[in-house]
Antibody
Framework: QVQLVQSGAEVKKPGASVKVSCKAS????????ISWVRQAPGQGLEWMGW????????NYAQKLQGRVTMTTDTSTSTAYMELRSLRSDDTAVYYC??????????????WGQGTLVTVSS | QSALTQPASVSGSPGQSITISCTGT?????????VSWYQQHPGKAPKLIIY???SRPSGVSNRFSGSKSGNTASLTISGLQAEDEADYYC??????????FGGGTKVTVL
């Protein structure tokens, strides 16, 4: 069965960086994309970006351009999301999702369990 | 990119039908057939219930249906059940090749 297993919770200080991993299993990794979505406490969903599992092409949300980098390691079927220059309003649960397309963000049909990132001094 | 507009809350009695709207622009909802809907129960990850405006993933109840007219997409839940009480989010592909979510709608089963 399809599974996305994310790395554990993180606590970071303002200005630091965080890198969250998402290990996929149960499907052919290069045949799908991966999107990252975050949810601040008590708030709605926010799309962060998408990466193709096929060729590593990316699209990022404009507000995160320059602070976020998404990568994949096809040898281990793992996707990574790194967010730099962390601020308190980056405190959120971060989700990876398997996207139905390898050419563009379309819809996330399987989701990871979420990773809580807390930014606090 | 501004968030898509959804009503904050919708309620209905068991067995009734409810509809949640999702309004965007011609640069997102109105311009593409790539609108999706997600259900999220408290403390859980979202679950895809509709993609490409009208398609249901395998295993999703046929009580959930999607549609679109102009810049507004809609999710209808028929035969409302207690387990349908959750938050619902729409999302759309945009001209910038990004995705934008709606603000979310809390569904209450009376």
């Amino acid at each position: 069965q399809v599974q996305l297993v994310q790395s554990g919770a993180e606590v970071k200080k303002p200005g630091a960086s965080v890198k969250v991993s998402c290990k996929a299993s149960g499907y052919t990794f290069p045949s799908f994309g991966i999107s990252w979505v975050r949810q601040a406490p008590g708030q709605g969903l926010e799309w962060m970006g998408w990466i193709s599992g096929y060729n590593g092409n990316t699209n990022y949300a404009q507000k995160l351009q320059g602070r976020v980098t998404m990568t994949t390691d096809t040898s281990t079927s793992t996707a990574y999301m790194e967010l730099r220059s962390l601020r308190s309003d980056d405190t959120a649960v971060y989700y990876c999702t398997r996207d139905r397309s390898i050419t563009m963000v379309r819809a996330g049909d399987y989701w990871g369990q979420g990773t809580l990132v807390t930014v606090s001094s | 990119q501004s968030a898509l507009t959804q009503p904050a809350s919708v309620s209905g009695s068991p067995g009734q039908s409810i509809t949640i709207s999702c309004t965007g622009t011609s640069s997102d909802v109105g311009g593409y057939h790539f609108v999706s809907w997600y259900q999220q129960h408290p403390g859980k990850a979202p679950k895809l219930i509709i993609y490409d405006v009208t398609s249901r993933p395998s295993g999703v109840s046929n009580r959930f249906s999607g549609s679109k007219s102009g810049n507004t997409a809609s999710l209808t839940i028929s035969g409302l059940q207690a387990e349908d009480e959750a938050d619902y989010y729409c999302a759309s592909f945009t001209t910038s090749r990004t995705q934008v979510f709606g603000g979310g709608t809390k569904v209450t089963v009376l």
